[in-house]
């Protein structure tokens, strides 16, 4: 049994769900796994920790700014321990921009931190219109009607692969 840690940054808790979902498969192949919101991180010991799990949603081109503050703190045991790193964002829903090797934001991410996560993924996220602001509404729409994609603003589409979620699951588990 492994003890995993997944530490997440979500705004509207896409991301969490996604989590849970990895946490199920995850701790059915007989591991314990802990989720910790990344804004409640300062009392963990990630030294406790058999692997380490980092996940981040991209909001208005960029992930959480908390994410590149704790990996610059915690580098070093990061890259000790089998560890992970995976984004959520829309313009994974696109097939050309949906992988590790091609979604534009992890590889500007990647550059951008002194971690190299030893497995990574990309998973498409959500959009809920009628949960946003108004001018958050009116800028996704916006960011929707330039990439082609649903600007309708009853529009509720989950675009996420769980199928490929519970295979990182596993890949997790084994990694
Ligand atoms: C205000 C806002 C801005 C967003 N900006 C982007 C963006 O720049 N690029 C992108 O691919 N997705 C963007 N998204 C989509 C989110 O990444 C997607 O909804 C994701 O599922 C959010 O996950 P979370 O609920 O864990 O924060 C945005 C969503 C919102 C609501």
């Avoid at 498969?25 to 058999?50: H, P, R």
């Amino acid at each position: 049994m492994a003890r995993i840690i997944i530490i997440y940054s979500t705004t509207d808790g896409h991301t969490l769900e996604i989590c849970q979902c990895l946490q199920q498969v995850v701790e059915k192949l007989n591991n314990q796994v802990t989720l910790v919101s990344i804004s409640d991180t300062s009392a963990i010991d990630l030294s406790s920790f058999d692997k380490i799990v980092i996940c981040a949603s991209i909001r208005y081109g960029k992930h959480n700014i908390k994410v590149y503050e704790f990996i610059k703190t915690n580098s070093q045991i990061l890259s000790a321990k089998p560890n992970a790193f995976f984004s959520v964002n829309v313009v994974a829903r696109k097939p050309e921009k949906s992988t590790p090797a091609t979604n534009p934001y992890l590889i500007k991410f990647l550059k951008q931190i002194a971690w190299e996560p030893k497995i990574l993924a990309v998973f498409a996220g959500k959009i809920d219109y009628k949960r946003y602001r108004f001018f958050d509404r009116f800028m996704i729409r916006f960011i929707m009607w330039m990439t082609k994609g649903p600007t309708d603003p009853s529009t509720n589409i989950d675009f996420t692969d769980w199928n490929q979620v519970k295979d990182f699951g596993r890949i997790i588990s084994e990694m």
